[in-house]
């Protein structure tokens, strides 16, 4: 399996905002339910935001009115619409489909991420 590849991140003040993308991946993103994950220094991976192929999404509540996540099934491709970032959300983001709602495993390899830095 290909791991899927992330990008988009970077450095950023506080209050502003990044878009990250995951993909394109014909064969995954497609037809999975995605996520998206993040783990900062020191911290675990936590998921971020879920949206289904359907496109219903959930959120963690930190980020919930701030980040979007959405996706373009022809592309396969998958976004996360990050604004009013915060210092806190500084991590590598990773995308990936969800093993099962209540873990933070995922069903296909993982990439290398992100790197989402946002300076206070």
């Known amino acids: 399996q290909v791991p899927l590849v992330e990008s988009g991140g970077g450095l950023v003040q506080a209050g502003g905002s990044l878009r990250l993308s995951c993909g394109p991946s014909?064969?995954?993103?497609?037809?999975?339910?995605m996520a998206w994950y993040r783990q900062a220094p020191g911290k675990q991976r936590e998921k971020v935001a879920v949206i289904t192929v359907g496109g219903s999404t959930t959120y963690e509540d930190s980020v919930k009115g701030r980040f979007t996540i959405f996706r373009n099934n022809a592309k396969d491709t998958v976004f996360l619409q990050m604004n009013s970032l915060k210092s806190e959300n500084t991590a590598v983001y990773y995308c990936n489909a969800p093993m099962d709602p209540s873990s933070v495993l995922g069903l296909h390899p993982w990439g290398q991420g992100t790197q989402v830095t946002v300076s206070s």
């Open positions: 014909r064969s995954i993103v497609s037809r999975d339910t």
